[in-house]
């Protein structure tokens, strides 16, 4: 009506207080814990590293596809932790995949522990992980010239795993809170839902692929050989992570994978076949210099410490190729750089002392490296070398390849080169001087 004023509608006491800072602050937090426990939530459920034997979620989780890529540091350090088997391995993608996850008929248990991709670093640190554990009586742990190139000191997920120090509540904090991870979990959730997978390692060994990767693997190998460095340093670290396990009463078992001849060729026409040697100078110097006690529950005949030497031109190594349609197969070899399970127990077998019949048995395969055999060990290698030239057309073949990348190198891998640095012996110290400090203290020294 005219002259009539319109009253509001809101009143001032309906009227909302404005946020004040403290306000903002406290939704803001509230926000990003509530993203947080969505992140990680998500990340602990799916379990993309299997860390849990409960999250096993058909159509969600039920397959790991994506684990090859970074998952094994993840999944071991947690396995370190929670092993009840007497005997663990370590090493490289070569001991993962040269050994089965677990041996049903191994007095006291027998678990894998290998790490695709690993290296010294790694290595040292997990070997001082497993001290901790009390049901652990013997360690194996498989070596190569790869472990001790100077090369990243490790993958960005070791990180996050009880590898790096820290307690297993820490640890599961930041994997569920990892990006890195996070990534891995969507990606498996993603492939179950539509049957996607890794391809790249369901297929690594597939039958047909054999022939081709005995081939296409001399110039890739040859390549990164024409690069090496090797960092003696990590020779040292590693044998000082073997002191927290001796500390202990634990076996230890040092072997050398056997790759075969055509990957040892490439070691040799890159000229560093007297880094190979270097290598194993140093281990049986360090081995040597160690004066442990007897192992508390020994799986293997012989000293605390050993260093075995399982290649070096072997007859299995000598082995020919798989047909070019796969329907032969290399019964030893994967493909040159990874050797079959097969492989593995003969390995076992001969650090075991057990009788076996040839091409693995003891004249044949395997040697028990000491400072007084290290040279006359080498000097039988060359001369096995010299037979594997001349024994077949195959190693003609391999050969004159080679003949060709030396007349024509193919370029050289161009990447970063790191080193270990104070602060990497440091912690590994203070971790293992921690444990034979405890040791000391129970024996009343």
């Not at 307690?167 to 890195?180: G, N, P, V």
Request: proline share 7%; with cysteine; aromatic share 10%.
């Amino acid at each position: 009506m005219p002259g009539t004023q319109r009253s509001s509608s809101i009143t001032t006491s309906d009227r909302k207080p404005p946020l004040t800072l403290k306000g903002y602050a406290i939704r803001l937090v509230a926000t990003l814990a509530a993203w947080l426990i969505l992140f990680g939530g998500f990340t602990f459920i799916v379990d993309p590293y299997h860390v849990s034997e409960w999250s096993e979620i058909p159509g969600v989780n039920e397959r790991r596809t994506r684990a090859h890529a970074d998952g094994y540091r993840v999944a071991v350090g947690h396995g370190l932790l929670e092993t009840q088997a007497s005997t663990i391995l370590f090493g490289s993608s070569r001991s993962h995949d040269g050994f089965p996850d677990e041996i049903a008929d191994w007095p006291g248990g027998f678990e894998n522990m290998a790490m695709g991709g690993t290296n010294a670093f790694e290595i040292a640190n997990a070997v001082a992980l497993a001290a901790e554990n009390d049901t652990i009586d013997c360690a194996v742990i498989g070596l190569d010239l790869r472990e001790f190139g100077d090369y990243p000191r490790a993958d960005a997920t070791y990180w996050i795993t009880p590898l790096a120090g820290g307690s297993r509540l820490q640890a599961h904090i930041q994997t569920s809170l990892s990006l890195d991870a996070f990534a891995r979990a969507l990606q498996t959730v993603i492939d179950n839902a539509t049957g996607g997978s890794d391809v790249r390692w369901e297929t690594a060994y597939a039958p047909e692929n054999s022939r081709e990767r005995f081939d296409t693997e001399l110039e890739k190998r040859y390549r990164s050989y024409l690069g090496y460095a090797y960092d003696p340093q990590r020779a040292e670290y590693v044998f000082r992570g073997i002191d927290a396990l001796l500390a202990r009463g634990i076996q230890v078992r040092v072997f050398i994978h056997p790759i075969h001849a055509r990957i040892e060729e490439a070691r040799w026409r890159a000229g560093i076949e007297d880094l190979d040697l270097q290598m194993r100078r140093d281990f049986v110097r360090l081995a040597a210099g160690r004066d442990p006690a007897l192992s508390r529950a020994p799986c293997f005949p012989g000293d605390a410490l050993e260093v075995w030497d399982f290649s070096g031109f072997p007859d299995v190594a000598q082995t020919g190729p798989p047909s070019p349609s796969g329907d032969v197969l290399n019964p030893w070899y994967f493909e040159p750089s990874h050797y079959r399970p097969r492989l593995g127990f003969a390995m076992l077998a001969r650090m075991r002392g057990e009788a076996l019949d040839p091409p693995v048995s003891a004249d044949r395969f395997g040697a028990r490296l000491t400072p007084e055999n290290v040279e006359a060990h080498w000097r039988a290698v060359a001369g096995r070398r010299t037979e594997w030239l001349a024994s077949s057309d195959d190693a003609q073949w391999v050969a004159a390849e080679y003949d060709r990348m030396e007349a024509d190198p193919p370029p050289i891998e161009e990447r970063p080169r790191f080193f270990l640095n104070r602060d990497d012996f440091n912690s590994l110290e203070r971790r293992v001087s921690r444990i034979e400090r405890r040791e000391a203290n129970e024996r009343g020294e």
